[in-house]
């Protein structure tokens, strides 16, 4: 069983609507990264959260320490917000990542 | 502009040819990852470095060398490619002192193919 298992594994959408990925973890972490992947291949961090809430723009980022889960919301989605959407968490006081599998998302006009 | 460039960004080789990828960043990271990515594994950790002459193994190093000679350089190096190389290779950064604790900043993948 992987340490970070994201969920859905694939989602497609319409336009507008509001989006929910899910990160869950079994492992003692000290931050929650979400990055995105277009289709091009590059890798862009979107957010590190060791508690609480982030926003940036349309994007929101939360997590619950107790619950072990993050989640990563889009609201009023648009297709290019289509791309593929990677959970990682740092492990207590290191350096390394460890994956998720990364959710697939597309979102259609 | 604060970047991790790598290069090349594709590559075709055969079998047996030693080739090397580059990784520089700009940002006077301490931590520097080299990851590979195939479909349906997600992205898999090959080497990493916490400062120059400091390199580990990370979770699937065989076939692989590094070296980190130099803060901002992080080599990449194929001694004897092979098909099960063919994939698409990250390079990133980090530093606990950038203002945003221990994110990555990756570069824009050098996709291989090893025929």
């Known amino acids: 069983k992987n340490e970070v298992e994201q969920s859905p594994q694939n989602l497609t959408a319409q336009e507008g609507e509001f989006i929910t990925i899910n990160c869950s973890y079994s492992?003692?972490?000290?931050?929650l990264h979400w990055l995105q992947q277009h289709p091009g291949g590059g890798i862009v961090s979107l957010f590190m959260?060791?508690?609480?809430?982030k926003k940036h723009g349309r994007l929101i980022a939360t997590i619950n320490i107790q619950e072990k889960h993050s989640s990563l919301h889009i609201t009023a989605s648009h297709p290019r917000d289509s791309a593929v959407y990677i959970c990682?968490?740092?492990?207590?006081?290191?350096?390394?990542?460890?994956w998720g599998a990364g959710t697939k998302l597309i979102i259609k006009p | 502009e604060a970047q991790v460039t790598q290069n090349p960004r594709y590559l075709i080789t055969v079998t047996g040819k030693k080739l090397t990828v580059t990784c520089s960043q700009n940002?006077?990271?301490?931590?520097m990852s080299w990851y590979r990515q195939d479909p349906g594994l997600g992205l898999r950790q090959i080497y990493y470095?916490?400062?120059?002459?400091?390199?580990d193994k990370g979770d699937v190093p065989e076939g692989y060398k590094v070296s980190r000679k130099e803060k901002r350089n992080f080599p990449l190096i194929l001694e004897s490619p092979s098909p099960n190389q063919t994939s698409l290779y990250f390079c990133?950064?980090?530093?606990?002192?950038?203002?945003?604790?221990?994110?990555?900043?990756f570069g824009p993948g050098t996709r291989l193919l090893v025929l």
């Open positions: 492992v003692g972490i000290s931050a």
């Open positions: 940002m006077n990271h301490e931590y």
């Open positions: 990682a968490a740092n492990m207590d006081s290191n350096y390394q990542l460890i």
């Open positions: 470095s916490m400062n120059v002459e400091v390199t």
């Open positions: 959260l060791s508690s609480g809430k």
């Open positions: 990133a950064s980090s530093s606990p002192t950038s203002g945003r604790g221990k994110t990555q900043y």
